[in-house]
């Protein structure tokens, strides 16, 4: 017979059979059941179980990301983006909900007290409140839907500091995503990640050897505002491919498990190559056989004048 305690989920399951046993017991010496002791010990054990995983995050999976995703030699972190963190996940989110919940059980009668901060509860509505805004940033992005923004333009949307920083944010927000087919709005750097997230986001991008456009959404607070209002996502990072909101880290992560996320940016970088000789061949003009369409062009576009062109006004060369 297999030992139950070798599943991780068979420990916890029991153990949380033996604790409702305990506390069945009679407690007082009228013999009732104490549901707040059950319901306080729940809330402990949930809150601890979901901080002590925050702080995994960014103790350690954060830090090892950033260290795997630098170490063009090692072996990356493609590992921890397949098995680990969908699991940390998982538990992270629903003890998250469990601590929310078990919170509001604990509250009873005083929940509409609490949360409308009447006297004698401010203090615990502050709390209750701080909980749900923590509990709505941690599960907010587990849906996903594929949502239009805005469709890159026909050329790289490359523009000076000084210019960019005069465009309103919506100019901006389409001038991140003109950069690259592939652009990810993210917290931190991708070499320093500063949100468990995001240096998922990366490690998935880079273990499908993607060539990425970065936005730290933390430079630009206005468009960090502005993007969530414009995709309908409310949550970091957000990865656009060719113009499109493809999702969050959760579609990320679920997208490069099952093959489909390196198929996208393998189509997005053939696409890129595709535009930027097209464009090459459009703005240069290159592949024409005419020597005069080109300089023809060339004035067009400001690179010739009549004084420094080299041909005799027909366009022939003087050169024998």
């Known amino acids: 017979m297999k030992n139950p305690l070798d599943s991780v989920g068979s420990t916890i399951t029991l153990g949380v059979l033996f604790a409702i046993i305990v506390m069945v017991l009679p407690q007082t010496p009228g013999g009732e059941f104490n549901q707040l002791g059950l319901g306080r010990w729940a809330h402990i054990v949930t809150g601890i179980f979901w901080i002590g995983l925050l702080y995994y995050f960014n103790v350690a999976q954060i830090p090892a ?9 090692g072996p990356g972190g493609a590992g921890i983006i397949k098995y680990v963190a969908p699991r940390a996940l998982l538990w992270f989110r629903w ?106 986001a990366v490690g998935a991008l880079r273990a499908c050897g993607a060539k990425f456009h970065h936005v730290n959404i933390f430079e ?34 679920e997208m490069y498990r099952n093959g489909e996320l390196k198929q996208v940016l393998d189509e997005a970088a053939a696409y890129d190559a595709e535009r930027t000789a097209d464009i090459f061949c459009k703005v240069c003009n290159f592949c024409q ?23 005799n006004g027909n366009g022939s060369s003087n050169d024998a």
């Open 65 to 73: 990301l950033a260290a795997a995703n630098a170490d063009t030699g």
């Open 95 to 200: 003890m998250a909900l469990a601590t929310w919940l078990t919170g509001g059980w604990l509250l009873g009668a005083r929940f509409v007290d609490a949360f409308t901060l009447q006297e004698g509860s401010v203090v615990i509505g502050i709390g209750a409140w701080l909980g749900t805004i923590m509990l709505f940033n941690v599960c907010s992005g587990t849906c996903c839907v594929h949502s239009s923004v805005v469709a890159p333009s026909g050329h790289r949307g490359i523009v000076s500091k000084e210019v960019y920083t005069t465009m309103d944010v919506n100019e901006r927000i389409k001038a991140q995503l003109n950069t690259a087919p592939v652009v990810l709005f993210m917290k931190g750097t991708p070499d320093f990640p500063q949100c468990g997230f995001s240096a998922q």
């Open 220 to 253: 630009d607070p206005e468009l960090r505002e502005a993007l969530k209002r414009l995709s309908n996502w409310p949550t970091y990072p957000q990865l656009y491919v060719k113009g499109e909101l493809l999702g969050g880290c959760d579609i990320t992560l």
């Open 289 to 311: 056989p005419s020597f005069a369409e080109a300089e023809q062009r060339a004035k067009s576009l400001g690179w010739l004048d009549d004084n420094n062109s080299n041909g």
